[in-house]
């Protein structure tokens, strides 16, 4: 019953049942667990992040992907051990825990996605990352990547602040001149779906045609992967310092615009995931982020994007880009696919 008041997003009432029910068996791993979701999401750092720490004891654990390594977990102390630190969970994940990184007082080894190679290097070059799978050099202590909040004793108050990574100008400047095609007006980047083996992306990913509401009036560039349009999230990142504004849904692109601190429009649905506090607009993990929440069965995707709509209009003046013998969403097609070939 708690985990269905978690997915309506009411997460005091889940404390409730879990509360009274952590005093009948104390111990229970997976009460734990799903009670440190409930405290973060009312934003409660204190009681949620020890508890979280649960997960690698959860039957399902594996998913986590969880290191059997012989060396001992680092305590959160400065140190002169190395510290291997390997990367959980998704490439979200990832990026939104970089941050911690610079406050870690001894020589590192960071284990991450060969895709996020360039972009870590790049950002924390006296630090080594090696990408997952890649022979891990001799290290002292270990820690998992999404503990560092936990070993920091993070509040909301106490998140390092973004943003915290840059590219470089000349990678900037070569996706701006492949944005030059584009018609004058705002432009706008766009994410509709994630990775479709997330255990939640069929109520995370938008239809495509649920964009239609807003598709008309603005520039859009498609920030999908699928298009095969970049080899890395260094590619992402630079296209993405050439926008006004990213428009996505709970995907690492988000993550990686928030880091980079450009203006994000976050899509969200009911019963997301508790990091961004039910209810809140904003996030302290990302100044630059506004988040809609669906926060109801009865709001549609689509009713949700007239909201996203009528605050677009606030900001920007509608500039119209279709041509008269195409829609809309045929001559956002044309932008996109003009952006992807030059």
Wanted: hydrophobic share 40%.
């Amino acid at each position: 019953m708690a985990c269905v008041y978690l997915l309506v997003e009411k997460p005091k009432e889940a404390l409730k049942i879990l509360n009274k029910a952590l005093i009948i068996d104390p111990t229970n791993i997976e009460l734990r667990w799903v009670a440190g979701n409930a405290y973060m999401a009312i934003g409660d750092f204190d009681n949620a992040l020890p508890r979280m720490e649960m997960r690698s004891f959860l039957s399902n654990a594996k998913i986590y992907g969880h290191k059997i390594q012989s060396k001992p977990m680092w305590d959160g102390q400065p140190t002169d051990e190395t510290i291997f630190i390997w990367s959980e969970q998704g490439f979200g994940d990832t990026i939104q825990m970089l941050r911690y990184l610079p406050l870690i007082k001894a020589k590192l080894i960071v284990e991450v996605d060969a895709q996020l190679i360039r972009l870590c290097r790049r950002n924390f070059p006296n630090i080594t990352f090696i990408r997952q799978g890649e022979e891990i050099p001799v290290y002292d202590l270990q820690c998992s990547l999404m503990s560092l909040p936990y070993l920091f004793r993070t509040n909301r108050y106490s998140i390092p602040k973004a943003p915290y990574l840059s590219i470089n100008q000349e990678l900037i400047e070569h996706w701006g001149e492949r944005l030059r095609v584009l018609p004058k007006g705002p432009k706008l980047g766009l994410v509709w779906k994630g990775n479709i083996l997330h255990g939640r992306d069929n109520i995370r990913s938008i239809p495509f045609d649920a964009f239609n509401t807003i598709a008309e009036d603005y520039n859009f560039v498609s920030l999908q992967w699928e298009e095969n349009l970049f080899e890395d999230f260094a590619d992402t990142a630079a296209l993405m310092k050439n926008l006004d504004l990213i428009i996505t849904i709970d995907s690492a692109p988000a993550h990686l615009a928030g880091a980079l601190g450009i203006p994000t429009w976050m899509l969200i649905p009911m019963g997301c995931d508790p990091r961004w506090m039910y209810s809140k607009p904003t996030t302290p993990w990302y100044p630059t982020m506004r988040i809609f929440d669906k926060k109801s069965e009865k709001i549609t995707w689509s009713s949700l994007l007239e909201t996203v709509r009528s605050e677009l209009i606030k900001i920007y003046s509608p500039q119209l880009v279709g041509i008269p013998t195409q829609g809309p969403w045929d001559h956002w097609a044309d932008n996109t696919q003009t952006v992807r070939a030059s």
